[in-house]
């Protein structure tokens, strides 16, 4: 049996060898000039094409054919049979019209609960308070919950990545929802910021720089891991992760006043009458979006196409000053995906400053060109 694989490589096999070809046959003949689409006859040093002059007037150096394949390749190896489905028709196999919202007795709810308890070590309970927040997600802001959805397969395999390495359940990459419904440049009326929603002294306390031009609490990587971190350093202390989530939310100060008036019991539900009000809603709210994002589809709730997946974005280091503009008008990346991937960058620019790292995100399609025209970029404009 012929696997797509197996096509794809029989394919690359075939361009290798009539690439080779065409290398003979130009033998050691340079290009006359850089307008000449001409390959190259240093193929392992050099074997990109010019694609094309850009209206402005400046040279636009396009991938080498074979390394665009190498990437393709390498794409398909690992991600190819991965596939993400918004097509409601097919996500549909309870027959639910397009408009019904399914509401289903507690004891549906409890014993999905149930179910999903003996899958994880964080405790599930079922309550008045849970049922509210389900209601709340899977109800009210089904709309909210679908955008939710898609941007998981943005955020989701991050947030694992970095909890298993912290030894963390991986259930916990649902407090991010709770935090900021997976919006990158979300902040609150206190002052908390990003993903994770770190306030100005706990993202100090855990490396995230903040300056005039930067919040690395808007960063999508460093955020997560600064949030492992500082949920494994409460772990330390509590040894629970419902008193984790509360510490996370409202700080181990008001955790440990509701342990002393609860008398000393170190349970979530035995101190939740003597937290802060917000606080008395965040686990259950954890609960809720947990439950509601595992049975999506007996909700009739599907995910919003993000635009991007996360195996599709790679990053590259900056070495210089270099606005958004810039690389939107010379390379052609959609300025709404350069900001989406990029949110610590307060002022649509990269920084520079010697001897700090700076690093830019972009849709993998375009890494090939920034490399290749990565010292025009800085002089355009």
């Known amino acids: 049996m012929i696997t797509r694989n197996k096509v794809h490589k029989l394919i690359f096999s075939l361009f290798l060898m009539l690439y080779a070809g065409m290398l003979f046959s130009q033998g050691q003949q340079a290009p006359d000039t850089l307008k000449n689409s001409t390959i190259k006859t240093d193929f392992f040093e050099d074997s990109q094409m010019v694609a094309d002059t850009h209206e402005l007037g400046h040279v636009i150096w396009k991938d080498s054919p074979v390394v665009a394949m190498l990437d393709s390749l390498s794409q398909l190896k690992y991600y190819g049979e991965r596939e993400f489905i918004t097509d409601i028709d097919i996500l549909n196999i309870y027959n639910f019209p397009p408009d019904y919202t399914p509401e289903y007795p507690d004891s549906v709810l409890a014993a999905r609960l149930d179910s999903l308890n003996m899958q994880t070590t964080i405790e599930l309970a079922f309550n008045r308070q849970v049922k509210n927040f389900i209601h709340l997600y899977a109800v009210k802001k089904r709309e909210l919950t679908s955008r939710i959805l898609g941007l998981a397969e943005v955020y989701f395999p991050l947030f694992e990545e970095h909890l298993d390495r912290f030894d963390i359940p991986l259930e916990m990459k649902y407090l991010a929802v709770v935090e900021s419904a997976l919006n990158p440049r979300a902040g609150s009326r206190a002052g908390a910021k990003g993903l994770w929603q770190f306030m100005y002294g706990t993202g100090k306390v855990y490396g995230l720089d903040v300056s005039t031009l930067v919040d690395e609490r808007y960063d999508p990587y460093l955020a997560t891991i600064a949030a492992c971190e500082h949920m494994r350093d409460l772990y330390d202390i509590y040894g629970d ?12 100060g008001n955790v440990n006043k509701a342990i002393r008036r609860s008398g000393g019991i170190k349970s979530y539900w035995a101190i939740w009458p003597f937290l802060p009000r917000e606080t008395r809603g965040y686990v259950p709210a954890f609960t809720a979006v947990y439950y ?10 599907y995910p919003v196409d993000p635009g991007i997946l996360y195996h ?10 270099l606005s958004f503009d810039q690389v939107h008008e010379m390379l052609g990346v959609p300025m709404d995906q350069i900001k989406f991937l990029n949110p610590l ?19 993998k399609q375009y890494i090939g060109d920034f490399i290749n025209n990565e010292q025009a970029l800085y002089a355009y404009k």
């Open 241 to 252: 992760w419902s008193l984790v989530m509360a510490a996370y939310n409202s700080g181990a």
């Open 292 to 301: 509601t994002m595992n049975y999506a589809a007996e909700h009739n709730i």
């Open 312 to 321: 599709e974005i790679d990053t590259v280091h900056v070495n210089d000053v």
């Open 345 to 363: 960058y307060k002022k649509d620019f990269i920084p520079y400053k010697e001897g700090q790292e700076f690093v830019l995100r972009l849709p």
